[in-house]
């Protein structure tokens, strides 16, 4: 069972997983650095470690104690328990979920691995935004995406804010960094998938025409918020598709065309 530790100094060395939370660059450097990931919330936090990730240690106020318990009891980190203040001058926000833990990370799959058994595969270039990370690795859970794949450039899935968007779907569909970009596409081709750049241009084939979901491999390339795909990416695409629009609406949130997109593709798909 877990040590149950009462803290009531924000600078005791403990806590230091914890501190600057809001602090994003601070985190972006830290984090990955370190080997570590902060799950926020209690659904969160079971999820991570469903998912096989091993609890660094626990940060609770004492309303979530009972209902951690049998998480506490399950595991051998540590859990300092803190007052709600407390809690916010060492996080930097109001902790109101009550409960966060520190996890271990665990080493990324390569590409290659990652495409060996997969058949529906997204790639992101440049998603920056944590929101939309974490929304897009929802909805790639959610609608049948086997796999994702990053830029060297996008954020990190692992990113408080990017979980907690996710609710834990971050832990469910395994992820690989694409070591150049965007000549590390030639392996996801090389791999039998077929590249498939969603935009917005009018030169682009609807999903309808394209019909993605008769086909065998499909890797459906997503670029950032607002730019969408670089001139370099949609080069490198097969085929590029677009997502019918009406009402002089030109494009959706990057986190909704991902969504659209990734029924589109899904294989054995269900009929609304």
């Known amino acids: 069972m877990a040590e149950l530790i009462t803290i009531d100094d924000p600078d005791d060395p403990r806590l230091t997983d914890y501190t600057g939370l809001t602090d994003v660059e601070l985190r972006r450097r830290r984090e990955p650095a370190e080997g570590l990931f902060i799950a926020e919330g209690e659904k969160v936090i079971r999820r991570a470690g469903e998912a096989g990730y091993a609890m660094r240690s626990m940060l609770l106020s004492a309303k979530w104690i009972d209902t951690m318990r049998d998480v506490i009891e399950e595991s051998t980190a540590p859990v300092y328990r803190i007052d709600p203040e407390l809690a916010e001058r060492v996080t930097g926000y109001h902790v109101h979920r009550g409960a966060l833990a520190s996890m271990q990370r665990k080493p990324l799959p390569t590409a ?41 450039d996008c954020a990190d899935p692992l990113y408080r804010r990017s979980v907690k968007v996710s609710m834990g779907a971050v832990f469910s569909v395994p992820y690989a960094r694409l070591e150049t970009w965007p000549k590390g596409l030639d392996s996801v081709r090389e791999a039998g998938f077929t590249l498939l750049a969603l935009t917005p241009d009018e030169k682009a084939r609807t999903l309808d025409e394209c019909a993605p979901h008769t086909m065998d491999r499909v890797a459906l390339m997503l670029g950032a918020e607002g730019e969408g795909l670089s001139r370099q990416a949609l080069a490198a695409a097969d085929e590029w598709v677009r997502i019918p629009m009406s009402h002089g609406v030109d494009s959706l949130n990057v986190g909704a065309a991902a969504a659209v997109a990734f029924y589109a593709v899904a294989t054995g798909r269900p009929q609304l």
């Not at 935004?129 to 974490?134: A, E, K, L, V, W």
Request: glycine share 8%; net charge positive; aromatic share 2%.
């Open 112 to 152: 290659r691995a990652l495409l060996a058994g997969a058949r529906r595969v997204a790639v992101m270039e440049s998603v920056n935004d944590h929101t939309n990370i974490g929304a897009i690795f929802r909805s790639a859970a959610a609608l049948g995406m086997d796999a994702v794949l990053l830029s060297p």
